[in-house]
């Protein structure tokens, strides 16, 4: 870690964060460095809910989160206003440590939409049921991909 990071250490960051199995780190401005504190925390196995929502992950964060082998128990993600880009959706796509995931937000990222078509066809991520991409703009898998606008 360099001087930049915030953190010394995961528990800095789980602090008051969590709530039994979920952990809530909405809007703490997380960089992909300092969240390599929580991919290297076995406690991380714990975890099935994680709200990453508004940190700075970005596509490198992305890469590393799905790196992740203590993300194993994770049914639920947000990561919406991460500056993910559609090459982090494929890096999601190919997660091999998500296979519990059921519902993933992407909303407010920089995603154009060739990301999708890796993350429909997934076969890695075989209990994503839902996720949404855009305000108004959710994808369910019933008997293949369908979207439903939200009104």
């Known amino acids: 870690m ?3 990071c915030r953190f010394e250490n ?6 008051g964060r969590l709530r039994g199995n979920q952990l809530m780190l909405s809007g703490k401005g ?15 196995q714990e975890i099935s809910w994680l709200d990453l929502d508004d940190n700075n992950l970005g596509d490198q964060g ?3 989160l799905v790196e992740c082998a203590f993300l194993e128990n994770v049914q639920y993600l947000n990561l919406n206003q991460n500056s993910v880009s559609d090459e982090g959706l494929k890096a ?7 296979g519990k995931l059921k519902r993933l937000h992407l909303k407010e990222n920089l995603i154009n ?9 997934s076969e890695t991520l075989v209990n994503l049921a839902t996720f949404q991409v855009h305000e108004g703009w959710t994808c369910k898998k019933r008997e293949g991909w369908r979207y439903k606008p939200q009104t």
């Open 113 to 121: 939409g060739e990301g999708l078509i890796f993350l429909f066809n």
């Open 30 to 44: 997380l960089s992909a460095e300092e969240a390599q504190l929580l991919w290297q925390a076995p406690r991380m």
């Open 92 to 98: 999601l796509a190919s997660a091999k440590h998500l």
């Open 10 to 15: 995961v528990d800095e960051i789980f602090a």
């Open 2 to 4: 360099n001087e930049n």
């Open 62 to 64: 992305v890469q590393e």
